[in-house]
């Protein structure tokens, strides 16, 4: 499967202070890196109101993707629950 990056997503996963997370985020990479097609994918979970945005819960944190098509996602923000929920009552 195609996997991009967002450049805020980048920015999300550099300001992370938890190793321990941040190798979790890298696995789970590499688990999207090998999938075959967005059904192989692990844990993903279409939002609610959207067609095409899709979340991944890691702990306390969401990765937030787009799907592009049956081989391509970006990969679109890095965030706590909370900031996650601010920023959905917010738009």
Request: charged share 25%; net charge positive; hydrophobic share 45%.
């Amino acid at each position: 499967m195609i996997l991009k990056i967002s450049s805020q997503f980048a920015k999300d996963f550099k300001s992370l202070k938890d190793v321990s997370l941040q190798e979790k985020v890298k696995h789970i990479l590499s688990l999207l890196k090998m999938a075959k097609n967005i059904n192989d994918a692990p844990h993903f979970r279409i939002i609610k109101g959207s067609d095409k945005a899709y979340k991944i819960g890691i702990g306390f944190y969401y990765m937030t993707g787009t799907i592009i098509s049956k081989q391509e996602i970006i990969l679109m923000r890095l965030v706590h629950r909370d900031e996650a929920l601010q920023i959905i009552t917010s738009t």
